[in-house]
């Protein structure tokens, strides 16, 4: 997803490859986790030809609100969960967390 969340292009199999050669994969081994992940949702692909173009169907952003909004529901006590993950936060995080909290209690327009 990196790679992807890098490029401001769709890219093939080959261009993904090429982009972790330092990784020593198969291609066939990225083909497959594009596959499943495009199977996923979490990357939207589009025919050019005889291959698949891959991009990222959210921003990186998006992608970890995701998975944060997904992990929360996996508690029994969201409350405590909650609790948890603020008091982990360091300073600027929970000045962030505050102006973002702040800024869902403003009429929207």
Do not use: C
């Not at 330092?22 to 986790?33: G, S, Y």
């Not at 692909?45 to 173009?53: F, I, N, Q, S, V």
């Amino acid at each position: 997803m990196d790679v992807l969340w890098q490029r401001n292009e769709p890219l093939t199999v080959r261009d993904v490859g090429r982009a972790l050669a330092d990784r020593d994969l198969a291609h066939t081994t990225v083909m497959t986790v594009l596959d499943r992940l495009a199977k996923k949702g979490v990357v939207a692909r589009d025919r050019e030809g005889r291959a698949w173009r891959y991009r990222p169907a959210a921003s990186r952003e998006n992608y970890v609100s995701e998975l944060m909004i997904d992990a929360l529901g996996e508690t029994g006590d969201r409350d405590a969960a909650l609790a948890a993950f603020v008091r982990s936060m360091n300073g600027n995080e929970a000045e962030a967390l505050r102006r973002a909290l702040e800024d869902t209690d403003e009429p929207r327009t």
